[in-house]
């Protein structure tokens, strides 16, 4: 089975010749629920205009793609957009000594932006709404942008958040530590898309997504937790009886899959902010059987 998707922080990552992150534990989760555990998963980053050629023909089975991805790179007619795997941020990182506690605190302040950026998008959609002014330091390079902020050239770096808590962990030439500021910018989700040929497969997809945002359910005297907490059958979509227990014994659920790569288990250390269940202050909200 083969997974696309661009590349991000702890999301989907090359790392001494293996791509890995959330994205691909969602991956191999759909692998495994379909193809047992002989089930063998494939990765394409879709950067080039010819990687997202072989996207639209259908050369993935399952992409994890934004809003934006979709519209700009014409996927749209190919693909059947399915549920929410991650939301992902545009925040602003600054140093841990820094006087800037809120976004409001970076007005008059010299923030380094890629240009023409999503991020950079949502900065001046922010300081538009709020009449703020910055000053702009803007780069077209990712490492230059890393490395203006490492000797301090600016007082605020905006960016995707795991790719800003990517450079929190790593620190710089000198070594100094720095924060992600709690507000954000923008919030948009990654979900899980596939060809819109087998609506079928669509389905075990996204089933098998929301059997594992289900799974962080827990357990009471009035519903179901764990690997009951969502119980669909899979026998009409030919799964097997199993299909959810050997995903979920795997994979943890949800919340595991998010320590492991981006929480408190990973290099990242970044809290769950929006990407948390409701009842924890997030936009999360698993299905259940009422």
Known sequence: MTCAAVARAGLARLVKGEWRGLLMDYCRAIALATLGQEGKVDFLELETPKQYDQARAGEAEVLFVTGTELVEHDLAGALLPGPVVFRQTHAALVEEDSPIRRLDDIAEKTVCLLQGSGATKSLEDWVTRNKLNVLREPFEEPVELLDAFNVRR?????????????????????????????????????????????????????????????????????????????????????????????????????????????????????????????????????????
Do not use: H
């Not at 995707?160 to 720095?178: D, H, M, N, P, Y």
């Not at 929301?210 to 519903?223: G, I, K, S």
């Not at 690997?227 to 995903?247: H, I, M, T």
């Not at 795997?250 to 929006?274: C, E, H, K, T, W």
């Open 154 to 290: 600016c007082s605020v770096a905006v960016g995707e958040e795991t790719e800003l808590a990517e450079i929190k962990a790593r620190k710089g030439v000198q070594r100094f530590s720095s924060r992600i500021l709690s507000d954000k910018l923008a919030v948009f989700p990654i979900f899980a898309a596939t060809p819109a040929r087998d609506p079928k497969w669509s389905a075990i997809v996204a089933y098998t997504i929301m059997a594992l945002e289900a799974a962080e359910r827990p357990q009471t005297d009035w519903a179901n937790g764990g690997a009951q907490a969502f119980p669909v059958a899979g026998a009409a979509l030919g799964l097997d009886a199993e299909w959810r227990k050997r995903v979920i014994e795997a994979f943890g659920g949800r919340g595991a899959i998010y320590d492991r790569n981006l929480g408190a288990r990973s290099p990242f250390q970044l809290p769950r902010g929006v990407d948390a269940l409701w009842t924890s202050g997030g936009l999360g909200a698993p299905p259940f059987v009422e």
